[in-house]
């Protein structure tokens, strides 16, 4: 399985962006997806996951403002980003997670929020 993350960039404080994660190959769909992010020194932490059902989770420091969504034809989730935050710059990984434990990593996609 392969993930493709897309979207990341520049944005002002207040700002929106959307990131978009393709999964390919086999052993699709997978089960559980989601988002995690890694800013400059800190450990990587989950921002928001989805299930193959559509049932998500949310990182309290994006509740309100993030919301990811899912569409299972094409193996693809999404993370719409609003009112965007300096702390919320960071590198964003796209996340896959089968229900038997398989976990998949794409590359980041790099977050800057300006103040």
């Known amino acids: 399985v392969q993930l493709q993350a897309s979207g990341g960039g520049l944005v002002q404080t207040g700002g929106s962006l959307r990131l978009s994660c393709a999964a390919s190959g086999s052993m699709l769909p997978i089960n559980f997806m989601g988002w995690y992010r890694q800013a400059p020194g800190k450990q990587r932490e989950l921002v928001a996951s989805i299930s193959s059902g559509g049932g998500s989770n949310y990182a309290d420091f994006v509740k309100g403002r993030f919301t990811i969504s899912r569409d299972n034809a094409k193996n693809t989730i999404y993370l719409q980003m609003n009112s965007l935050k300096p702390e919320d710059t960071a590198v964003y990984y796209c996340?896959?997670?089968?229900?038997?434990?398989?976990?998949?990593w794409g590359q980041g996609t790099l977050v800057t929020v300006s103040s």
């Open positions: 996340n896959g997670r089968q229900a038997w434990g398989q976990n998949y």
